[in-house]
T-cell receptor, first 114, second 111 residues
Framework: DTAVSQTPKYLVTQMGNDKSIKCEQN?????MYWYKQDSKKFLKIMFS???????INETVPNRFSPKSPDKAHLNLHINSLELGDSAVYFC?????????????FGPGTRLTVT | RKEVEQDPGPFNVPEGATVAFNCTYS??????FFWYRQDCRKEPKLLMS???SGNEDGRFTAQLNRASQYISLLIRDSKLSDSATYLC????????????FGTGTRLTIIP
């Protein structure tokens, strides 16, 4: 029944490691997003994909690489993790078009880099 | 100037009171406006969209003032369950579906 799901929910890892976060939505939406929410609770967009095509790529280190195997999935791979990458990462999806642009968020992945 | 600016609070309000938040945005070309709600350690969820004519949903009223570039949220007869962080959200890149979030206003309703 979960609309937007993310795995894992918690991720604790050491500096320098490579990790991936997976996201899936069963809403039939065309557009998916990755957001980062830092310790000050500021939520900032990182990437957006529409139908597997990258449409938004904010100023994010190239250690972060999103991958969309199909329009229901958007994964985030992070290389060479740094302390500053510690944050909550939210995946979201929205229907293409329409006036509402409502985005549905997943439960978040709390990443801690030690 | 930040694209979307909110008073972070916290606002501590007694149950039953009326509370109002404002939010300002810098891009006059912005087209879509929303209030999202985020509970502690949870994901943001849409509370309501904000329309030019203003709109109401139960105890919640949202207003948009394009001339002054601000939106507001009014909560009447506040409940304990209204305690949350309220995020002002603006579509700052119309057509590209990019939402810019404010840092949020934290509200605590006191019994």
């Amino acid at each position: 029944d979960t609309a937007v799901s993310q795995t894992p929910k918690y991720l604790v890892t050491q500096m320098g490691n490579d990790k991936s976060i997976k996201c899936e939505q069963n809403l039939g939406h065309d557009t998916m997003y990755w957001y980062k929410q830092d310790s000050k609770k500021f939520l900032k967009i990182m990437f957006s994909y529409n139908n597997k095509e990258l449409i938004i790529n904010e100023t994010v280190p190239n250690r972060f690489s999103p991958k969309s195997p199909d329009k229901a999935h958007l994964n985030l791979h992070i290389n060479s993790l740094e302390l500053g990458d510690s944050a909550v990462y939210f995946c979201a999806s929205s229907p293409r078009g329409g006036l509402s642009y409502e985005q549905y968020f997943g439960p978040g992945t709390r990443l801690t880099v030690t | 100037r930040k694209e979307v600016e909110q008073d972070p609070g916290p606002f501590n309000v007694p149950e039953g009171a009326t509370v109002a938040f404002n939010c300002t945005y810098s891009n006059s070309a912005s087209q879509s406006f929303f209030w999202y709600r985020q509970d502690c350690r949870k994901e943001p969820k849409l509370l309501m969209s904000v329309y030019s004519s203003g709109n109401e949903d139960g105890r919640f009223t949202a207003q948009l003032n394009r001339a002054s570039q601000y939106i507001s949220l009014l909560i009447r007869d506040s409940k304990l369950s209204d305690s949350a962080t309220y995020l002002c959200v603006v579509n700052t890149n119309f057509g590209n579906e990019k939402l810019t979030f404010g840092t949020g206003t934290r509200l605590t309703i006191i019994p």
